[in-house]
Nanobody, 125 residues
Framework: QMQLEESGGGLMQAGGSLRLSCVAF????????VAWFRRAPGKERELVSA????????YYSDSVKGRFTISRDNADYAVYLEMNSLKLEDTAIYYC??????????????????WGQGTQVTVSS
């Protein structure tokens, strides 16, 4: 059973940058689409960004488009989320997730079968 572990969260001032990492242990990571979700206080979980197994197709929510960049390195069993121009509303717990059936044909649809434990991102003014 594949396990996911996030790192890179922390406290950052608005306008700054953070890079989140998601590393997989076990399983066939290269066969899975991987996504970043976030849950802000008092809000529902949101799909932030996703990437297909090959890395050829990516998805971004409107709230982060142009500021965040997702990438992956299958050789290192890792997916990254580069977050630039951070805003106060980016404050949330960020979760890495994997979906074996994630498809470029429906990039906004992601159904995780594996979740990480989450990493806190706090953006201050």
């Amino acid at each position: 059973q594949m396990q996911l572990e996030e790192s890179g969260g922390g406290l950052m001032q608005a306008g700054g940058s953070l890079r989140l990492s998601c590393v997989a242990f076990g399983g066939t990571f290269g066969n899975y689409g991987v996504a970043w979700f976030r849950r802000a206080p008092g809000k529902e979980r949101e799909l932030v960004s996703a990437i297909t197994w090959s890395g050829e197709t990516t998805y971004y929510s409107d709230s982060v488009k142009g500021r965040f960049t997702i990438s992956r390195d299958n050789a290192d069993y890792a997916v990254y989320l580069e977050m630039n121009s951070l805003k106060l509303e980016d404050t949330a717990i960020y979760y890495c997730a994997a979906d074996f059936y994630y498809s470029a044909r429906m990039p906004h649809v992601f159904s995780p079968s594996v979740w990480g434990q989450g990493t806190q991102v706090t953006v201050s003014s």
